[in-house]
């Protein structure tokens, strides 16, 4: 699946960067190009619905549990 290929090219770029640097400034920089992408395509009541329902999601989003690669 395209889906999931891309999800573990991405997942496995974010562990590299895990070793130099850290997850705050990883994860920042991804939600900045993320609504960039997003900002990109969508028209303006799309977007603003998208940002609506992540700020809505605030308390069912699951911490990211860091995988041990041996």
């Given amino acids: 699946m395209e889906h999931e290929e891309c999800y ?20 920042g920089n991804m939600m900045v190009h993320a609504l960039r992408i997003y900002k990109s395509f969508l028209n303006d009541e799309e977007f603003i619905s998208m940002m609506e329902t992540i700020g809505e999601s605030k308390n069912i989003i699951e911490p990211h549990n860091r995988e041990v690669l041996h």
């Fill in 8 to 27: 573990n090219e991405i997942f496995t770029k974010v562990i590299e960067l895990q070793k130099k640097y850290s997850e705050p400034m990883i994860a």
